[in-house]
């Protein structure tokens, strides 16, 4: 116990936490590795087999507890490998991390390497392993050198050992012939790990390199081996904030640095790196995927590049963080965990050989899939690009550029352009010079982790002869190779101000590192500069906070919204949505009540300088693109930091130690001395009391404010519940494979989704609703169409997960496309049995359809999947099954369709496991519900989609029989209109009162005009309205008309253009959807008709004041329709000319007190009215009583005569009322009405055509009238061609 408490002593401050050895356990021998693959069909020199940690020193730190088996399982992810003295045998270095539970990570450091097998039991046994597979494999006794399957260390090679993978010849006759324990040596790979709090991946890759110099020197080091780790261990603290460290290894000083509470955090991964194995394009791509906690697997045999890449990308993101799954080197053991229904970054290695296609991943939906030794990445479909992408690119390619890595288009990076061509021809007169300088620059770019071997090896210490490098500069600077940072290779050379060639790399590299980080950091600071503007802080105290999170909108994203520049819109309504976000949101409410956590004050910290140099008001929604103007300064800040060394730890010193044990024999590594080891210094030096005496100060602090703070684990409770799933399971239990653990993960996920489909769901209600949402205490006022294309794609990726979640055999990307298939071939099977027994009920239910009306549509899963099937412009099946996804909601019946999907239990049973969330029968029916509840609203997110797919129409004249014939002897026509266009003038096939036509989409139904040439006996027409329904998406848009059709009766009138709203089911079609609003209660549609939706009919007179009430609202209408965003506005045609619009408004003012009725005469109309003032009007013109009006008046007057001339003139055969209804859209256009008004009202013809208490007579409220379609002179109003058409003006 004492030595665990010492252990811990200062631990917090310490570099490092544990020192750990992995290997061969030589008492339980040889034990192959099932998890990792067992393959019996290879050579026993090819396999893997169980490793175990040998050591670990201190035997445990309290706030780190030592996880023996996942640090065993990532410091050797594929076990154990041997290799003779034929294999190449160079040591290789990888890092990994572990994420605990609460998000905080701990890095793992590993320098492997090759040690001499001196057990005679595991020689012996190695040699009957390969006599009994020789035995078994004659044919395979000379393995071949390009085995598709490989060992620990091949996947570890680097991209040096893919160049050249054909061993040498004198490698290859001893190799073909296997193993023999008499002749060969037996070497056996071993494991030195760091574990420590802080990414140091520099200084701990050169304190681990020069452990293993010093056990292959030919002498002994200075100091036992047990004095360097137990300085590293106990003696060297963490540098502090903005400072640096220097302490010693085993040769040399190492140094190392941490930035200051101001700048980013530490981040020592190589990101020029990352930049050179993917290319900047698909760097910035994967890191918008990242963005858009999308699914993202690296694959690379290397262990380090998916460490780099995975490290680079989430240091990339500040200030967010990365707040799933996040396992950047998969265990083989762990492979199951790609099933996960969660968004991941993960990183699988790459077998040598193994080709793409052949990787079977259970999801790809939404995969990010990154290709890292190909360089190349594959993208899910539907993907934003990032703001100012080139602009970005650009900027990146220039910092690039400054540090001599050079952008090849369409390669990724490469240091020297000189030498990025494949043609041999070119350069075969100058392989040495090539050979030398592209071993040089291996070392610069450490693109091989800095290991060479064979030849370039020889290569690298033949050009440390100062005359031969000093030659090859001035031959290299000619050709604008940069190597100035190589000088001192191996730690020998003095460097500029007497830096090291190591010190110069790592200055570079730091250098680069925080430049790139700041450009990225800089987009953020720029796109969300005025963030907190939109941050709803409704809470009294963090404990009703926490309490209700779920229920609280923290973040107004509308308006948010609403304030970008339109180009940033694709992207930021996806991030938005993210956890990412969400959680910085949650942090930033949160440190009103306790300290601002790191990442996000250095971010506020940023906006407020920004602000104090740069107003940013006048640019609010500009998309100009700015460049960071800080690298300069970041990079010195790094400089200053390594040329001044702040702080220099104890040197390693003799301890007191046992004499003669861990005798020093070269090439092994010693037995370490644990009872030194475990035990940390005495608190006697300086920084131990320091850090004592700052812990003291901790603890006080702590027990003054426990009392005021609510208890931490209620609150981390609260927070783990409050946030959605992924958080607790950021790292999958390494230590505990049971299939309890398993099913238990399992059913996590289980709860996970159907928490999210709640969430998802309820989110998409609480936006679409609107304002009765508002007043329900919901949150956020409206939803735009960007917004509700976001909830409904994220509902899609939604779908697909639960889909993929526990599949027995992934067939195609989509995994829910694949279910439909399989429903439809079953489907098919049914339908072809009960074939003739359908077709005799057909012929019943005809007979007994023949009224009248819209045929009932009824809900066929089938027949949905067939529209999808039939729609060429799609090409995948993950286009497809969001497709369909998109049809059935817009539809309303998403959850029945689905529930008949999975009620086929035997189809279900075949394809999932288990523990499939599809298979688990309550949360199915609770999702089911769930997505039942979106019937309660209309979406066109099909419609507004897919917008030049060829649809069926399907249309219904309705006569109204008791007046009029059902059939006309003329011949009629129809011409049907939509938000994206028109059918074309269309023939009714005589005595036919339905047809059906194919046409474009035509988005939603506006008009239908509809008319008929006047011919024959009966040519007049009492139509009560058309019908048109979308065959696809099953909307039916019902026109009144109510009207005659013909010469000498009504208005006149051969043809009308009817305006259409969105019918409601009728009760038959409407019961299979399940839910349905009642209709007193339903959300209104697009304008709440309060006081005048009782006025429709032409028998009611309403009074003055309604119809003051009904234009002002009509108007308003108007106005509002363009103040909404663009996509959003819906059809201004309705708003003219509908039910209770414009045109109708003004009709009722206009035949307030008019005189109509006459005496056995014609009907008189508003029209007759207009057409006498202009006579008038005209006359008097020619009389000349007009030219003493004034001049505006007077182009007024012959304006309107114009118009009523042109609306006369026009060839098509509309009746008086239309005439009106066009002058009036015309006026409204043209923004002439309020200038016609005066006109009519002081013509004498008012006198005898209205009655004395007409609103047209009294000036004050005519004065009114003026004022109110004034306002609408701001608008730009557009009419509809089908209004206008034949319209010369």
Not at 124 to 134: C, D, I, K, N, V
Not at 653 to 677: A, E, N, R, T
């Amino acid at each position: 116990m004492s030595g665990t408490n010492a252990a811990s002593g200062g631990a917090p401050c310490r570099f490092a936490h544990y020192f750990v050895i992995c290997g061969i356990d030589t008492e339980t021998g040889l034990e192959p590795d099932e998890l990792a693959g067992e393959n019996f069909e290879q050579s026993p020199l090819k396999r893997t087999f169980k490793s175990k940690v040998l050591a670990h020193y201190p035997e445990n730190v309290e706030w780190n507890p030592f996880d023996r088996d996942a640090v065993n399982m990532l410091c050797m992810p594929k076990g154990l490998s041997f290799r003779t003295q034929a294999d190449a045998r160079e040591p290789q270095f990888h890092s990994f991390l572990i994420t605990r539970e609460d998000g905080s990570r701990t890095y793992g450091f590993v320098h492997t390497f090759y040690e001499e097998v001196t057990s005679s039991q595991i020689c012996s046994a190695m040699q009957t392993l390969y006599q009994m597979h020789q035995a078994e494999n004659p044919s395979s006794a000379a393995p071949s050198s390009t085995s598709s399957s490989s060992s620990s260390m091949d996947s570890l090679a680097s991209s040096l050992d893919e160049a050249d993978p054909v061993p040498s010849s004198s490698c290859r006759s001893v190799a073909c012939s296997g193993y023999d324990a008499s002749r060969d040596t037996l070497y056996v790979s071993k494991a030195l790990c760091l574990i420590t709090p802080m990414p140091f991946m520099h200084a701990c890759r050169r304190f681990l390199s020069q452990l293993h110099r010093a056990i292959t020197a030919p002498s002994p080091p200075p100091l036992p081996l047990e004095s360097y780790i137990h300085n590293i261990l106990y003696e060297v603290p963490l540098p502090p904030p903005g400072r640096s460290l220097k302490f010693h290894g085993v040769y040399e000083p190492i140094v190392c640095q941490r930035p200051g509470p101001g700048e980013l955090p530490v981040a020592d991964f190589p990101l020029g790196q990352t930049f050179t194995l993917l290319g900047v394009e698909n760097l910035v791509q994967l890191f918008t995927c990242t963005l858009l906690e999308m699914q993202i697997l690296l694959y690379s045999q290397d262990y380090q590049q998916l460490m780099t890449v995975a490290e680079g990308i989430t240091t990339l993101l500040f200030p967010f963080q990365w707040q799933h799954v996040y396992v950047p080197i998969l265990p083989a053991s762990l492979l199951h965990f790609l099933d996960a229904p969660v968004p991941y970054l993960m990183g699988l290695q790459s077998k040598e050989g193994t080709d793409r296609s052949k990787l079977e991943l259970p999801q790809e939906a939404n995969l990010c899939f990154v290709d890292i030794d190909n360089h190349c990445i594959e993208l899910p479909e539907d993907f934003p690009q990032f703001p100012n992408k080139p602009e970005f690119i650009q900027e990146l390619n220039e910092v690039l550029l400054r540090f001599g890595i050079y952008p090849v288009e369409g390669t990724p990076l490469t240091s020297t352009p000189a030498f990025t061509t494949t043609n041999t021809g070119s350069i075969s007169t100058r392989k040495h010079g090539l050979k030398s300088q592209q071993a040089l620059r291996e070392l610069e770019d450490d693109g091989r982790n800095g290991n060479l071997e064979g030849e370039q090896l020889a290569m690298l210490e033949l050009l440390q002869g100062n005359a031969t490098l000093e030659k090859l500069q001035a031959l290299t600077k000619r050709t604008g190779v940069h190597v100035e940072a190589l000088r001192g290779i191996g730690g020998g050379g003095e460097g500029l101000g007497g830096r090291t060639g190591f010190e110069e790399e790592e200055l570079r590299n730091a250098k680069l590192n925080v430049q790139l980080r700041e450009v990225f950091a800089c987009r953020f600071t720029t796109m969300f500069a005025d963030y907190e503007a939109f941050v709803i802080q409704s809470a009294p105290d963090l404990e009703s906070w926490l309490t209700n999170r779920e229920q609280m909108h923290n973040f107004d994203k509308a308006s948010f919204l609403s304030d970008q520049p339109e180009p940033y819109l694709p992207f930021l309504s996806h991030f938005i949505e993210t956890q990412m976000f969400a959680t910085f949101i949650d942090n930033k409410i949160m440190s009103q009540w306790e300290e601002k956590e790191p990442l996000l004050r250095v971010f506020d910290g940023r906006i407020d300088k920004a602000r104090l140099y740069n107003v940013r008001a006048p640019n609010l929604r500009s998309s100009n693109y700015q460049k960071c103007t800080i690298l300069k300064e970041s990079a010195q800040a790094i400089e200053q930091r390594l040329m001044k060394i702040d702080h220099t730890a104890i040197h390693p010193h003799l301890l007191d130690m046992k004499i003669g044990q861990g005798k020093y024999v070269q090439g092994f590594f010693p037995k370490l001395q644990s009872d030194v080891l475990s035990v940390g210094p005495t608190n006697s030096n300086r920084w131990s009391n320091r850090t004592a005496t700052a812990q003291r100060r901790k603890d006080r602090h702590r027990q003054r404010t426990e009392h005021l703070t609510l208890d931490n684990d209620l609150k981390e409770k609260y927070m783990q519940e409050a946030r959605s799933l992924g958080k607790n399971l950021r790292q999958p239990k390494l230590s505990d494979l049971s299939p309890a653990v398993i099913a238990q993960t399992n059913w996590k996920f289980v709860e996970g989704l159907l928490k999210e489909c709640r969430m998802k769901t309820k989110r998409m209600l609480v936006e679409k609703m609107g304002r009765e949402a508002v007043e329900l205490g919901h949150g956020e006022a409206n939803i735009t169409g960007l917004e509700e294309n976001t909830l409904i794609a994220s509902l899609c990726d939604l779908l697909e997960r639960i889909w993929s979640h526990g599949l027995q055999v992934k067939q195609g990307k989509s995994a829910l496309w694949s279910h439909l298939m399989h429903y439809q071939a079953r489907e098919e099977k049914l339908e072809q049995q009960q074939a003739e027994s359908t077709v005799s009920n057909c012929q019943e239910r005809r007979k007994s359809d023949l009224s009248i009306g819209m045929p009932i549509q009824r809900p066929s899963v089938m027949q949905d999947i067939r529209h999808i099937q039939s729609m060429g412009e799609i090409k995948t099946d993950v286009g497809r099954a969001r497709a369909w996804i998109r049809l059935s909601l817009e539809k309303k019946l998403l959850s029945q369709h689905l529930k008949r999907l999975l009620s086929h239990t035997a189809l279900t049973k075949k394809l999932y496991k288990r523990y499939a969330f599809l298979r688990c029968e309550d949360e199915k029916e609770q999702f089911l519900f769930h997505l039942l509840s979106l019937n309660t609203v209309d979406y066109f997110c099909f419609t507004s989609v897919f917008t030049t797919i060829m649809i069926p129409y399907h249309a219904v004249i309705i006569p109204i029989k008791k007046l009029s014939n059902a059939m006309t002897t003329s011949n009629p026509w129809v011409c049907v209109s939509g938000e994206l266009g028109d059918s074309g003038v269309m023939q009714i096939p005589k005595n036919v009162l339905e047809m059906t036509f194919d046409c474009h989409n035509l988005g939603k139904l506006t008009t239908v005009q509809l008319g008929h040439d006047n011919s024959g006996l009966l040519a007049k027409w009492l139509v009560d309205c058309v019908m048109v329904r979308n065959e696809i998406t099953g909307h039916t848009y019902k026109f009144p008309c109510g009207r005659w059709l013909g010469k000498g009766v009504d208005d006149g009138s051969l043809e009308r253009v009817l305006i259409g709203e969105l019918a409601l089911p009728s009760a038959e079609e409407d019961c299979g959807r399940g839910c349905r609003t009642p209709d007193m209660q339903r959300s209104p549609g697009q304008t709440r008709r309060v006081s005048i939706t009782s006025m429709g009919g032409r028998g009611y007179k309403p009074t003055s004041g309604q119809i003051q009430d009904a234009i002002g609202e009509a108007v308003n209408n108007i106005c509002k329709h363009f103040h909404k965003p663009e996509k959003e506005r819906g059809s201004l045609t309705i708003l003219l000319c509908g039910e209770v619009g414009l045109v109708w408004a003004l009709e009722q003012f206009f035949n307030n007190g008019f005189k109509s009725a006459r005496l056995f005469q014609k009907t008189v109309f508003v029209w007759d009215f207009v057409e006498k003032a202009v006579a008038y009007m005209e006359s008097a013109d020619q009389m000349g009583d007009m030219q003493e009006t004034t001049e505006p008046l007077g182009l007024t007057c012959v304006s309107l005569c114009r118009y009523v001339s042109a609306i006369n003139s026009t060839s098509r055969n509309i009746g008086k009322d239309g005439k009106f209804q066009l002058l009036v859209c015309l006026g409204a256009r043209d923004h002439l009405l309020p200038q016609w008004l005066p006109l009519l009202v002081e013509c004498p013809v008012i006198q005898r055509m209205y009655e004395e208490s007409a609103l047209l007579r009294d000036r004050t409220t005519v004065n009114a009238l003026i004022a109110v379609l004034q306002t609408l002179d701001d608008f730009p109003i557009t009419l509809e061609a089908s209004l206008i058409k034949g319209i010369d003006l």
